[in-house]
C-alpha cells in the first residue's frame, strides 16, 4: 500500500515513526507521481505553496484521512471525489476535555476574581457546580465527551445539536431551541464544526440571548462568532469573558482587539491536538479497511461538510 503524507514538511518527523509503526506494510511517502498512491494522509498547510490540491489525479486513491477533525479547509473542493474521513483520535478527545473542563472551572470558580493586590476578597463563595448552567453546543465526538465530563463534575449540562440526537445522561436540544440552549448557558461551550449552516451562528441577536455575565468558551472554530458583535457584547456584559481558541484569520493578528481586550483571553489554537501516539493506529486501520473496501470509519457527510 503506498501512501502519500500530503502533510507541511514539519510535521514529518513528528508522525512518520508511528504511522509505520502502527502500519508496517505501507509505504509513506512524501512525494511521488499522484496516480501511484493508494491513499493519502491529509494535514492542513498542503500544498506548501498555497496552491489547491488536485484530487483528481489521484487516480488509485481509495481514501483521503484527514489528520484533523475538523475539514473546512477539504470537504468542499470539487476535485475531491475519494472518500474523505476526519480525525477521531482518543488523545484529542481528552485534550479537549481537559482544555474545555480546565477553563469552565475557571469560570465557574470565579479564579480571576482573586487579584494579588492586598485585599482579603472571602465573600465570594461560588455556586457549587450543581447550580452552574453549561451549554455545549455541538454533541458530536468532543462535545459528547465534554459534556460527560462536565456533568461528572456536577454541573446542570444541556447539549445543543443539529439533530438533538439523545445522548444518555445529558439533555440535549435540536436546532430550532438554540434560543433555550443559549439562554440557560451561564457558560457556553462551542464544539461545532466550520460549515455554511454554523458561520456567524453567534451574531449580535443570539449573543444577547445569554445570561449577563456568561462566559463563551469557543474551541471549535472562529467563523462561528461575528467577532464585531462579540466586542460589542462584551462591552455589554453579556458575555462577561470569552475565552477564544479558534479564530477566522490564525495566526490571530498582533493588532486584533481579542488580543487587549479585558473580557477576552486568547489561546492559540491548541485546544486538542491530534497525537501521533493515539491517532496512528486510527490512521493505519482506516487505510486497511479502504484497501480490503470494508466500510471506513468517520466518513464526512459531503452534503453536511462534517
Ligand atoms: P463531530 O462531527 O463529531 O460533531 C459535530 C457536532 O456539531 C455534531 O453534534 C453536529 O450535530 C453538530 N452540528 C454540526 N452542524 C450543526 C448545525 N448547523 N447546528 C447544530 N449542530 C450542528 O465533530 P467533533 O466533535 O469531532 O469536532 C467538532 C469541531 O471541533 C471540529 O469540526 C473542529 O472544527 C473543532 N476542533 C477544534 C480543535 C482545537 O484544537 N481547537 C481540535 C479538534 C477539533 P449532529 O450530532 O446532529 O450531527
Ligand atoms: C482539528 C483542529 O480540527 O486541531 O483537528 O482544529
Keep these: 500500500m503506498?501512501?502519500?503524507?500530503?502533510?507541511?514538511?514539519?510535521?514529518?518527523?513528528?508522525?512518520?515513526?508511528?504511522?509505520?509503526?502502527?502500519?508496517?506494510?505501507?509505504?509513506?511517502?512524501?512525494?511521488?507521481?499522484?496516480?501511484?498512491?493508494?491513499?493519502?494522509?491529509?494535514?492542513?498547510?498542503?500544498?506548501?505553496?498555497?496552491?489547491?490540491?488536485?484530487?483528481?489525479?489521484?487516480?488509485?486513491?481509495?481514501?483521503?484521512?484527514?489528520?484533523?477533525?475538523?475539514?473546512?479547509?477539504?470537504?468542499?473542493?470539487?476535485?475531491?471525489?475519494?472518500?474523505?474521513?476526519?480525525?477521531v483520535d482518543p488523545g484529542l478527545t481528552q485534550g479537549m476535555v481537559e482544555y474545555c473542563t480546565g477553563w469552565a472551572l475557571r469560570a465557574h470558580l470565579g479564579m480571576d476574581g482573586y487579584a494579588q493586590d492586598g485585599i482579603w476578597r472571602n465573600h465570594l463563595t461560588p455556586p457549587l457546580a450543581s447550580q452552574r448552567r453549561i451549554t455545549v453546543l455541538g454533541m458530536g465526538e468532543l462535545g459528547r465527551a465534554v459534556a460527560a465530563a462536565l456533568s461528572g463534575l456536577g454541573f446542570r449540562v444541556t447539549g445543543w445539536s443539529q439533530s438533538g440526537r439523545p445522548v444518555q445522561g445529558i439533555e440535549v436540544l435540536a436546532g430550532p431551541a438554540l434560543p433555550q440552549a443559549l439562554s440557560r448557558a451561564e457558560i457556553l461551550i462551542c464544539l461545532l464544526p466550520d460549515t455554511a449552516q454554523t458561520r456567524?451562528?453567534?451574531?449580535?441577536?443570539?449573543?444577547?440571548?445569554?445570561?449577563?455575565?456568561?462566559?463563551?468558551?469557543?474551541?471549535?472554530?472562529?467563523?462561528?462568532?461575528?467577532?464585531?458583535?462579540?466586542?460589542?457584547?462584551?462591552?455589554?456584559?453579556?458575555?462577561?469573558?470569552?475565552?477564544?481558541?479558534?479564530?477566522?484569520?490564525?495566526?490571530?493578528a498582533p493588532d486584533h482587539p481579542f488580543w487587549a481586550h479585558a473580557r477576552v483571553t486568547v489561546t492559540p489554537h491548541v485546544a486538542a491536538d491530534t497525537r501521533p501516539a493515539s491517532a496512528a493506529p486510527v490512521v493505519a486501520e482506516n487505510l486497511r479497511r479502504a484497501m480490503r473496501g470494508e466500510p471506513l470509519l468517520h466518513l464526512v457527510d459531503r452534503i453536511h461538510g462534517y
Design 2 to 87: 503506498k501512501v502519500l503524507f500530503a502533510a507541511p514538511a514539519r510535521k514529518w518527523d513528528l508522525w512518520s515513526p508511528a504511522l509505520r509503526d502502527a502500519c508496517p506494510e505501507m509505504e509513506l511517502c512524501r512525494e511521488g507521481r499522484p496516480d501511484s498512491f493508494d491513499a493519502l494522509i491529509y494535514a492542513p498547510g498542503y500544498p506548501e505553496d498555497g496552491s489547491t490540491l488536485d484530487f483528481s489525479a489521484f487516480t488509485r486513491a481509495r481514501v483521503v484521512q484527514s489528520l484533523w477533525a475538523g475539514v473546512e479547509r477539504i470537504v468542499t473542493n470539487p476535485t475531491l471525489t475519494q472518500p474523505l474521513c476526519r480525525m
Design 200 to 252: 456567524n451562528l453567534l451574531d449580535a441577536e443570539r449573543l444577547a440571548l445569554l445570561p449577563p455575565g456568561a462566559t463563551i468558551i469557543n474551541a471549535g472554530r472562529g467563523t462561528l462568532i461575528d467577532e464585531t458583535a462579540l466586542l460589542k457584547a462584551l462591552d455589554l456584559g453579556r458575555p462577561g469573558h470569552a475565552v477564544l481558541d479558534v479564530f477566522r484569520s490564525e495566526p490571530l
